[in-house]
């Protein structure tokens, strides 16, 4: 299974690019097709953000969907093979001042970002003009692939933690520092998520964030990321500012609901971009 990957992410960076997505479209297409559980998970969770939608396009964004994903993963295997230039040039950014502005006065800053577009493009971004991060990742299995995935983010410039580690010290002490954290935040991955309404249903998310905001003062801001034909596009917003009253649960209830709305937004304009592939919501079946 390594070996296998090993060899598919080498093939990749050796294609001429135009080629190389060419097999992404057909390879994601064949995908859709054979409907596999985590295509019918995608139309699903589509489903949910717009239930409006007719049987037929429905299927046509599902489709699109895919596509979209596997842009994400043809991109990543070869992104560290981008200048600095190309990755500079292919990115745009809304409100971008929201990060610099508290890396710049040492307050640090924290990202709470869905699973859309290509979160390692805008990490490559951030840390080729000079803001380098820290994120928490999912362990893989097997052990081997996973440690492959570490020494690429490496060389974008990513500190990577698991996120089987103790995460919240590290990140404090992070922060504390003046540094960047991004945190992908729009499923649980422990049994310590917080209940939000999201896109009209309840989801778990994790709390991390607002854990993080809270007890450190960095800001939390939270970032979209769509695709354009050159490259993507990143869009930061606030998150609600923590009042002083109410309890410490309390405030990380509603910073994370918050967090939920910001991502709720984004979603409903842009979902062909939103890779949800799991179960998020907790009244469906897993």
């Known amino acids: 299974m390594y070996l296998l ?3 598919v992410w080498k093939i990749i960076g050796l294609l001429p690019e135009k080629l190389a997505y060419q097999v992404a479209y057909q ?3 064949l995908i859709f097709r054979r409907n596999s559980r985590r295509v019918q998970r995608l139309r699903s969770n589509y489903k949910r953000v717009l239930p409006e939608l007719s049987e037929d396009d429905l299927s046509k ?3 699109a969907g895919m596509r979209s994903y596997l842009r994400y993963w043809f ?3 070869r992104l560290n093979k981008w ?8 990115t745009e950014v809304i409100r971008e001042n929201l990060l610099r502005d508290p890396i710049s006065a040492k307050q640090g800053c924290i990202i709470a970002l869905p699973h859309a577009g290509n ?3 805008a990490a490559a971004y951030f840390c080729s003009t000079g803001i380098y991060l820290t994120a928490v990742v999912e362990k893989l299995k097997p052990e081997a692939i996973f440690k492959k995935f570490l020494e690429y983010r490496k060389s974008i410039g990513i500190e990577p933690i698991s996120h089987k580690e103790k995460t919240i010290p590290l990140l404090t002490q992070r922060l504390n520092e003046g540094k960047l954290v991004a945190l992908v935040a729009d499923r649980d991955m422990s049994r310590n998520g917080i209940e939000v309404d999201f896109l009209g249903a309840i989801a778990k998310m994790p709390s991390g964030p607002a854990i993080l905001a809270i007890t450190t003062g960095a800001p939390l801001i939270t970032a979209y990321i769509r695709y354009t034909d050159k490259g993507i596009v990143v869009i930061f917003d606030k998150t609600i500012m923590i009042a002083d009253t109410g309890s410490k649960d309390e405030k990380i209830r509603a910073v994370t609901q918050s967090m939920a709305d910001n991502f709720a937004k984004h979603i ?3 979902p062909v971009d939103w890779h949800m592939l799991q179960r ?3 009244d469906e079946e897993k």
């Not at 200048?83 to 292919?90: N, V």
């Open 75 to 77: 991109d990543t295997f």
């Open 27 to 29: 390879v994601s297409d």
């Open 61 to 63: 964004l599902t489709k």
């Open 268 to 270: 409903k304009e842009s």
């Open 83 to 90: 200048s600095k230039e190309r990755i500079i040039s292919t």
């Open 119 to 121: 979160w390692d493009h």
């Open 5 to 7: 990957y090993l060899l």
């Open 280 to 282: 998020i919501w907790i």
